[in-house]
Antibody, heavy 125, light 108 residues
Framework: QVQLVQSGAEVAKPGASVRVSCKASGYTFIDYYMLWVRQAPGQGLEWMGWINPKSGGTNYAQKFKGRITMTRDTSISTAYMELSSLTSDDTAVYYC??????????????????WGQGTLVTVSS | EIVLTQSPATLSLSPGERATLSCGAS???????LAWYQQKPGLAPRLLIYDVFRRATGIPDRFSGSGSGTDFTLTISRLEPEDFAVYYC?????????FGGGTKVEIK
C-alpha cells in the first residue's frame, strides 16, 4: 500500500526556516516525482514545486524561488521541503504528494494520488 | 498561468439530490488534463476524477466528470451523507499547476 507520512506540526518565528519531511513507503521512492502544495487556513491549494527523487532535480513555483529548497534522502525514502524567511502568510498546511506513474514515462505535471496527511506550519512570534 | 474558477462557491442540497459543480478555465485545457478532488475537514484532498472523466480507484459511480475546452463539470448523481465536503478542480496541462478555489457542498 502506497503511503506518504509527513512530520508533525511546527511553530516557527517570523524570519526563521522550517523543514517538513515526507516519508514514502509501499513503492520504489526514486521512481516517482514528489510534489508539494500548501493550503492556508480556509483557503485553496497552491502548488510549490517538485523534486525528482532519482536525480535530485527540482522545479519551484516562481513565487517561492530563492527561499524554498526541496531535497531527498534516498536511503530512507524521504523527501524534504524547507522554506526560509517565513512570514505570517506562510502559515498553512503543507502537503506532499506523488505523481501516478514512473518518472521514465510521466510528467511531474499531473494529478496526484496519494497525498500525505499534511503538516501544519504556524508562523508566530 | 491558467486560472480556474469554480462555481458556485457553496451548494446547499439535501441527501439524495443531484449536485452539479462547475470549473471554468481562463485558457483551453487540452488533452483532458483536469482532475477533481474531495476534501473533508482536517483531511488531505482525495482524488476523485482525472483526465476529465476517469474515476480514481475506489470512487463510486455516482461521481462523474465531463467537459472540454474551458468548461468542466463534476456531477454527483445522488448525494450521500459522506459526500458533503469541499471539491477542487486542478489543471495539469500547463505550469504552474493550479487549483480552483473550491465548491463547498453543504447539507441544506
Amino acid at each position: 500500500q502506497v503511503q506518504l507520512v509527513q512530520s508533525g506540526a511546527e511553530v516557527a518565528k517570523p524570519g526563521a526556516s522550517v523543514r517538513v519531511s515526507c516519508k514514502a513507503s509501499g513503492y520504489t521512492f526514486i521512481d516517482y516525482y514528489m510534489l508539494w502544495v500548501r493550503q492556508a487556513p480556509g483557503q485553496g491549494l497552491e502548488w510549490m514545486g517538485w523534486i525528482n527523487p532519482k536525480s535530485g532535480g527540482t522545479n519551484y513555483a516562481q513565487k517561492f524561488k530563492g527561499r524554498i529548497t526541496m531535497t531527498r534522502d534516498t536511503s530512507i525514502s524521504t523527501a524534504y521541503m524547507e522554506l526560509s524567511s517565513l512570514t505570517s502568510d506562510d502559515t498553512a498546511v503543507y502537503y506532499c504528494m506523488r505523481v501516478p506513474c514512473l518518472i521514465s514515462i510521466c510528467s511531474p505535471q499531473n494529478w496526484f494520488d496519494p497525498w500525505g496527511q499534511g503538516t501544519l506550519v504556524t508562523v508566530s512570534s | 498561468e491558467i486560472v480556474l474558477t469554480q462555481s458556485p462557491a457553496t451548494l446547499s442540497l439535501s441527501p439524495g439530490e443531484r449536485a452539479t459543480l462547475s470549473c471554468g478555465a481562463s485558457q483551453t485545457i487540452s488533452r483532458n488534463f483536469l482532475a477533481w478532488y474531495q476534501q473533508k475537514p482536517g483531511l488531505a484532498p482525495r482524488l476523485l476524477i482525472y483526465d476529465v472523466f476517469r474515476r480514481a480507484t475506489g470512487i463510486p459511480d455516482r461521481f462523474s466528470g465531463s467537459g472540454s475546452g474551458t468548461d468542466f463539470t463534476l456531477t454527483i448523481s445522488r448525494l450521500e451523507p459522506e459526500d458533503f465536503a469541499v471539491y477542487y478542480c486542478q489543471q495539469y496541462v500547463n505550469s504552474p499547476l493550479t487549483f480552483g478555489g473550491g465548491t463547498k457542498v453543504e447539507i441544506k
